[in-house]
């Protein structure tokens, strides 16, 4: 069972930024497409962006210019550079290997003045 734990979200302001982390385990991780999600408060878990894993991403279109996926897989991890966050943005964000029911446990944005 691969194990998956996000990190990096917190309190932030209006325009600013945040990185956030996932830390995955085992041997496997280069050969997985990963995902980061986001579930706001009263609505559906959705898709933020992916990261094929040969590198290829795609991104939602409220996020397309201000959010950056990336991945190390020397370090097992992907990242989510957020830029420019509204608070829109505010969200528990989770991190995925897509095409499996794996998730992390999540970590908080907020995104408030």
């Known amino acids: 069972q691969v194990q998956l734990v996000e990190s990096g979200g917190g309190l932030v302001q209006p325009g600013g930024s945040l990185r956030l982390s996932c830390a995955a385990s085992?041997?496997?991780?280069?050969?997985?497409?990963m995902a980061w999600y986001r579930q706001a408060p009263g609505k559906e878990r959705e898709l933020v962006a992916a990261?094929?894993?040969?590198?290829?991403?795609n991104y939602a279109d409220s996020v397309k210019g201000r959010f950056t996926i990336s991945r190390d897989n020397a370090q097992n991890m992907v990242h989510l550079q957020m830029n420019s966050l509204q608070a829109e943005d505010t969200a528990v964000y989770y991190c995925?290997?897509?095409?499996?029911?794996?998730w992390g446990q999540g970590t908080l944005v907020n995104v408030s003045s």
């Open positions: 990261i094929s894993s040969g590198g290829w991403t």
């Open positions: 085992g041997s496997m991780f280069s050969i997985y497409n």
């Open positions: 995925n290997i897509r095409g499996l029911d794996a």
